[in-house]
């Protein structure tokens, strides 16, 4: 097995695990709450940090640089 494939492997086990557990927290949220507003802002919320994660930030300026470097 390649290093690529290592840690496209790595990437997705690491995906699936966080959104089963945005995905449990949301659902628990609402079976306590019976708020579809809070379920809302608890999705917001993971879309917004999933979104604005720093390795993703720091991936784009790695990839940029290099974009001006070449």
Known sequence: MTPFHM???NK???NITNYTVWF????RV???TR???ASGMIAGVYL???R???HDRRLSEAYS???AAG
């Open 48 to 50: 917004v940090r999933a």
């Open 35 to 37: 708020s579809m507003f």
């Open 52 to 54: 604005n994660s720093d």
């Open 12 to 14: 997705l086990v690491a």
């Open 30 to 32: 609402f079976l306590v």
């Open 7 to 9: 840690v496209l492997a």
């Open 65 to 67: 640089k290099g974009a």
């Open 24 to 27: 449990a927290l949301t659902f």
